[in-house]
């Protein structure tokens, strides 16, 4: 038996990070996931993000604690910001929501090239996707490159000789139906994952924006969304 | 009185970064110190950077925690690895020595980027430094003008066009002997500092490189390091 390469992927417990470690698990890798808690308003997102890594056979699932929340500017981690219900049609939003957190994924991903280079691993997924919502600036694919040339001047590989890192984002150019068909047709159980920014009993609230983008996603796949909503 | 412009300042507890907020706060800025608890074995060097920052009349003090310990690879945070005490003349070594945390200004600077963007502040400081000590990739030129790209595309700031960040590295190309004489005209007292990788009774041991370099970084100097060290 030859050995799988080792991949670090980020997992949130969401639709697009479970896709994505869905796509990777069923490729000639070994899952190394890595989730997040960092002062999220609800836990949820990591207890799917747990569940998720086990239904895909991941080899470690760890989770790291980031207090990103005392640095504020976030709806999602500052508890006197609302959340904003809707922004309206949300192929017009170009301003930022205020559920951003900033740069987080320059954080997470750099938290990943640090264990990466611990586990002599080469490849880091994220699951981010520039599409569907355009608000975040480090979803971006000039983002992920830029990042990927970075993390190589950082990394001790680079001196050592051990071979450069590479960023994959598989579906950072696929609409929502897109990797929720793809996430189909490989098995993978929605069920498992968490949209919502305001869950109501545990329940996603059907009402917020992510949640608006998820079922909008699986009407245009014409698939059902297996997840129970809140009334 | 105009208002100072905002700086964040990554600030160790070491003589580098303190030389750092010395020149900036010298400068026509208002310092928001930032440092991290990251599995250090002696909470000492935190203790002198909150230090640091009050003489430096800093606006602000935050310490982040961050569990990169966890993720292991380095005997700065690995209990099992032993710190090496000399690895014999400096100016010859080339390998990456084991206190070497993965990443960890990437993961630094990451931090900084996203106070910087609550606070609506473009400079961040940082005290690499290239020269004494070639076995940290991520203390390079490069690497320093690689992250400042890609923060700015990861940055909310990018999109709404409210200017970009700069990422500053003031001493990078400073000898330590230079360094010292630097702080030393601007009136910083090195007593506050703390360089040690294994100190003895809260002391520094006199041995391990990082004391070694920060003598030979005196004498060269011509000035009188006020540390008391363990005998």
Redesign the interface.
């Known amino acids: 038996m030859t050995q799988k390469k080792k991949a670090v992927v980020l997992l949130s417990g969401g639709l697009d990070s479970g896709t994505v470690l869905s796509i990777v698990s069923n490729s000639d890798y070994e899952c190394y996931c890595l989730s997040f808690r960092y002062g999220q308003r609800h836990s949820i997102e990591l207890e799917k993000a747990a569940q998720i890594a086990k239904y895909c056979g991941a080899k470690q699932h760890?989770i790291?604690?980031?207090?990103?929340a005392?640095?504020?500017?976030s709806s999602l981690t500052d508890r006197s910001m609302e959340v904003p219900k809707s922004r309206g049609n949300l192929d017009e939003v170009n301003?930022?929501p205020n559920t951003?957190?900033?740069?987080?994924?320059?954080?997470f991903l750099?938290?990943a090239?640090?264990?990466a280079?611990?586990l002599d691993c080469k490849d880091i997924f994220i699951g981010v996707n520039c599409y569907d919502y355009s608000?975040y600036?480090?979803c971006?694919p000039?983002?992920i490159e830029?990042?990927q040339?970075?993390?190589n001047?950082?990394?001790?590989n680079?001196?050592?000789g051990k071979g450069e890192i590479a960023i994959h984002a598989p579906i950072i150019k696929m609409t929502k139906a897109e990797i929720i068909k793809k996430g189909s047709e490989l098995g993978f159980d929605y069920a498992l994952t968490h949209s919502c920014y305001d869950p109501i009993n545990a329940k996603p609230c059907g009402k917020c924006d992510s949640c608006q983008l998820r079922l909008k996603g699986f009407r245009e796949a014409g698939l059902i969304d297996p997840v129970e909503y809140a009334d």
């Open positions: 760890r790291i604690e980031i207090d990103i005392q640095l504020g500017g301003e930022i951003y957190v900033p740069v987080r994924n320059l954080i750099s938290y090239v640090a264990w280079e611990v608000g600036p480090d971006r000039e983002f830029s990042f040339r970075c993390a001047l950082a990394s001790a680079a001196v050592t």
